[in-house]
Nanobody, 121 residues
């Protein structure tokens, strides 16, 4: 089985920083794209940032210039450095990986359990 374990959420004041980490483990053959999504109360889950195996990144407009996504392919980990946090960044953040399990023919999406980020004074 494949598991995505997130860490790094918490409470931070506006303007502060947090770093989220996600490690994928289990019977993994290959990982394609890794990314972070978030869901605020009463809102749909939205993409925050993604990073492909070769390092190509995408960001939601509200995260550009403030968030940085990175990954370690050897360790199957993805990080999200969040700076200049705003109250509207408050949400549950979910790690996502598009990966192929050992013995599988296809890539499939996998999700972490989510980690709460609260930006408040």
């Amino acid at each position: 089985q494949v598991q995505l374990a997130e860490s790094g959420g918490g409470l931070v004041q506006p303007g502060g920083s947090l770093r989220l980490s996600c490690a994928a483990s289990g019977s993994i053959f290959s990982i394609n794209v890794m990314g972070w999504y978030r869901q605020a109360p009463g809102k749909q889950r939205e993409l925050v940032a993604t990073i492909a195996t070769g390092g190509l990144t995408t960001y939601v407009d509200s995260a550009k210039g403030r968030f940085t996504i990175s990954r370690d392919n050897a360790k199957n980990t993805v990080l999200l450095q969040m700076n200049s946090l705003k109250r509207e960044d408050t949400a549950v953040y979910y790690c996502n990986a598009i990966l192929k399990e050992v013995g599988s023919r296809y890539y499939s999406p996998y999700w972490g359990q989510g980690t709460q980020v609260t930006v408040s004074s």
